[in-house]
């Protein structure tokens, strides 16, 4: 993981608020966080879905140290679609010399290409709709964790 510690904690997001709570909550806790999307959405969503996520909230929250982690499976095209959109980091499982060859790619555009899935610390899928207010708190919860 780019710019966290290998035992950054690992919170699953689904929409901006997500992020914006998790950003938040790491930011005020002076702890680096890992954002990482549903798995697949690279594939159902897009890079442009995640960027468009992950943007406005690292403006939000400036101070906070985020790496971010775009699940796209096992699809190799979406992976490579992901690298091209200039996505910070990709998760990619699949055939080993597929992989290889787009951790080639990845590494001449910047991007984190990880072959394994990360194991959240919190996955926010069942606060989908929940309160800026309950989102931090879940956040903060599993931070301090």
Same mark, same amino acid.
């Given at each position: 993981?780019?710019?966290?510690?290998?035992?950054?904690?690992?919170?699953? =997001?689904?929409? !901006?608020?997500?992020?914006?709570?998790? !950003? $938040?909550?790491?930011?005020?806790?002076?702890?680096?966080?890992? !954002? #990482? $999307? +549903?798995?697949?959405? @690279?594939?159902?969503?897009?890079?442009?879905?995640?960027?468009?996520? =992950?943007?406005?909230? &690292?403006? +939000? %929250?400036?101070?906070? #140290?985020?790496?971010? #982690?775009?699940?796209? @499976?096992?699809?190799?095209?979406? +992976?490579?679609?992901? =690298? &091209?959109?200039?996505?910070? @980091?990709?998760? *990619?499982? @699949? &055939?080993?010399? %597929?992989?290889? &060859?787009?951790?080639? =790619?990845? %590494?001449? /555009?910047?991007?984190? #290409?990880?072959?394994? /899935?990360?194991?959240?610390? !919190?996955?926010?899928? $069942?606060?989908?709709?929940?309160?800026?207010?309950? *989102?931090?708190?879940?956040?903060?919860?599993?931070?301090?964790?």
């Amino acid at each position: 993981m780019a710019c966290t510690e290998a035992y950054a904690p690992v919170i699953v =997001i689904h929409r !901006l608020a997500h992020a914006v709570a998790a !950003l $938040s909550e790491a930011a005020a806790a002076a702890r680096p966080v890992v !954002l #990482l $999307s +549903a798995p697949a959405a @690279g594939v159902s969503a897009g890079a442009g879905w995640f960027r468009e996520i =992950i943007e406005p909230a &690292r403006r +939000a %929250v400036p101070q906070a #140290l985020v790496t971010t #982690l775009l699940d796209c @499976g096992d699809d190799t095209g979406m +992976a490579q679609a992901a =690298i &091209r959109a200039g996505v910070e @980091g990709v998760v *990619l499982t @699949g &055939r080993p010399e %597929v992989m290889a &060859r787009l951790a080639e =790619i990845a %590494v001449q /555009r910047g991007v984190n #290409l990880v072959f394994e /899935r990360p194991v959240a610390t !919190l996955d926010l899928a $069942s606060q989908f709709f929940a309160s800026p207010e309950a *989102l931090r708190e879940c956040c903060a919860i599993a931070l301090a964790s």
